[in-house]
Each structure stands twice: as structure tokens, then as C-alpha cells.
């Protein structure tokens, strides 16, 4: 399960208690430029629940100090050993060059970042003078006993290698396909930590009314006809046509209006919960280790609800 971005303060901590209780494995938080910091949410979260893992997906790598970053990625996997995974993206480039911090080389800026915060993390002393990360006998103190993973939320085939090389987790954003799926295992290549687990976001609704469902998770897709979407749409059999459909909309709502609904369904995790189960069980027999929802609609915590009864054992 995703943690909303926009979701009301007053909502933040239910939400994540009553996703604990129903069962969920796990609670993604997002950092996205003007709303809520992610290391700071992964730390209540994690306060004020039992047993669920916590993962922040994902937060820019170059907007921070590696060393910084470090830090507080091993105070969280101290304080609650086993359930946290720290996760770093390039960052949209529009915000990002709205801070100052979009290099000339993201992908070099990336690496050089999240290599040196997992060397950190896992009790290196670490001197680099690389391009954008300068560090110089910086080391942690007291590295965690059990360091976290560190996950890359990233796409294209560059930036996928350099996750399956150095990192522990890939994570990918929304939408994804079982096409996609293997596309991106192949593109991580042989991973260099043998437990490497891929991770995809998806849009999702359970409704007995498909059609209402497909109706909920339209507007999410809007932007699945932008450039930067390109490589989720690419392995699919209608990539083409549905970048013809976006050139010939006038805007966004026209676009996601005019979506075929196969193309939402093949898009998304929408329907009675059986169905949607059953896409799970396609996205994982595709590659996926980690299928996280992302409630839509204004009732985000009835969405939560109702996303659970497509858990295993229905919801507890």
C-alpha cells in the first residue's frame, strides 16, 4: 500500500494503523516536492505501528548529502531493525531544477549518491571525489546492526542496470504491466545482490462494478502518454496507438476519457477482489516480488478498506 501524498495530516497516522491491522505487508510514503518529507513520515509511520514494513519510495538522491542521508536511513533501521527500506530516484527533473540540484549528469549524480549511502549504511568508511558526491574518510559511527535496503526508483534501461549493480531493490512506478515487468528484470541484468526484489506501484480500485472501478483509476492516468512514460507503455501491444490517442487530445481529461477500457484495465488493478487478485498473481508470476496498491478517489481510507479484501486472506 501506498501513503497518499495529498492525504489530510489528521488521516496520516490512521491510515497507517488501520493498513497494519487489515494485514498489508508493507507502507510505501512519498516525497514529492511540496508535500510531506519522507524520511520524517517513515518515522512516525513506523511509531505507531506493530509489525508492517516501511519503505520510502522514493526520495531525490541529489537533494540530499549522502552522509546526511545515511544517517537517517540508519537511526530508522536501528530504531525499528527490519522494517524499513530506504528508496532514492533522480527526482522529476522539473522540480528538481526548481531546488538547483539537476545536474548535467543525473545518472552519475544518482550513482555516485546511492552508492556511497549503501556503503554507509553497511559500515564502510567511504572517500569518494566523484563528479557530484565528495566525501572524505566519512564513516557512521554506529552502523546499523541490520542496515536497510536501499531501492531505486528509477526506469529506462541505464538506470535499471545501475540499480541491479549496486543496489537492493528496484523500485518501479506506476503503471506496470506484466510486460514491463520482465522488460525491467531483463534490463537490471544479473543483480549483484543475489535477493535483489523488484517492486511495482499500481493504481487500484475493488468494486463489484468494473466499470465503476475503471472509472475511479482514469483520471490517474494521465499521464501515461508523456515521454516520461514511454518505458512503462513501450512493451505493450497498443504503446503506438495510445501515443497517437495522446497527440490527438486537446488535453489531459480528453485523453484519459477517450482510453479505450482495455488499455485501463491492462493499466491498472481494478474490479470485484477475486479479479484483482488475480492480476497480482499475473504481476508476480511477471517478475514482480512486491505488488504495492495506490488507493484513488477522495475516500482514501474506505479505499483502503476495500483494497484488503483483495489480500490473501481477505483482510483481517
Known sequence: MTLPRDLPTADVLPFARRADELGFDSLWVIEDLGFRGGFAQAAAVLAVTRRIHVGLGIAPAAARNPAFAAMEAATLADLFPGRFTVGFGHGVPFWMRQVGAWGASPLTSFTEHVTAVRRLLHGETVTLDGRYVHLDGVRLETPPAHPPAVAAGVRGP?????SGAHLDATLLA???TPEYARLAREQIGTPAVERHRLIG???AAVDDDLARARAAVRPGLV??????AAAHVAPSAYAEELRALHAQCADAEEFTRRMPDAWV???TLVGPAERVRARIAELRAAGLDEVVLFPVGE???GALESLATALPDGGR
Not at 158 to 162: F, H, K, P
Open 158 to 162: 541505464r538506470s535499471l542496470a545501475v
Open 201 to 203: 506501484y499500481e493504481l
Open 299 to 301: 475516500d482514501r481510507l
Open 223 to 228: 499521464w501515461v502518454g508523456l515521454p516520461d
Open 174 to 176: 506506476e503503471p506496470v
Open 265 to 267: 484495465e491492462d493499466l
